[in-house]
């Protein structure tokens, strides 16, 4: 809320004072370009927030939400403007609450060590067909910014199978 009002009310300057640039990406951007305007923006969104959720100190998982099928968790991650690894997009639900509708969706990390070594996460499930149990089975390990291990070998896969069915032409 307060980045959002603090650029508004720059009026399309730079809200920081070095501006970001691409041959010094680690350093930059850096500082507010207008700590008067920046101390306005928080007081009065600081305001508003409080009155709307109780407190200005709400945790961003009490407002911003992960809802599928009936499970609601805390939601971490934002837009992308605001520099997070876990980028999301959300509505407002009718109860106020915003709900994550579109952003990260697939992420691993890869160790290419002996042997290789992988973790990844689908976040809205590996499944889309309504009913699957699979739609919403890895929403919890997002909300906990959590990962699961990838199944590399034919031995892992056949391990863990769930169903096994021939394909007979």
Do not use: C
């Not at 010094?24 to 009065?44: H, Q, R």
């Not at 991650?77 to 605001?82: S, V």
């Not at 990260?104 to 590996?126: D, Q």
């Not at 499944?127 to 906990?144: E, K, Y």
Request: hydrophobic share 40%; glycine share 10%.
């Amino acid at each position: 809320a307060w980045w959002g009002e603090y650029v508004r009310r720059m009026q399309g300057k730079s809200p920081y004072a070095a501006p970001w640039k691409a041959d010094d990406p680690l350093n930059t951007p850096f500082g507010l370009s207008d700590a008067t305007v920046a101390t306005a923006a928080l007081e009065a969104v600081a305001r508003v927030v409080a009155q709307t959720y109780g407190s200005a100190d709400v945790p961003w998982g009490t407002v911003y939400r992960l809802r599928r099928d009936g499970l609601d968790y805390p939601a971490n991650g934002a837009g992308g403007e605001y520099g997070v690894f876990r980028v999301l997009g959300f509505t407002r639900d009718t109860d106020g609450k915003f709900v994550a509708n579109q952003g990260t969706s697939y992420v691993a990390a890869i160790e290419f060590g002996t042997p290789v070594r992988a973790v990844s996460l689908i976040g809205y499930g590996n499944a889309s067909r309504t009913g699957s149990p699979h739609r919403t089975d890895q929403l919890m390990l997002f909300a906990n910014k959590e990962s699961k291990p990838v199944w590399r070998t034919r031995a892992d896969v056949i391990a863990h199978l769930e169903l096994r069915e021939a394909v007979v032409r």
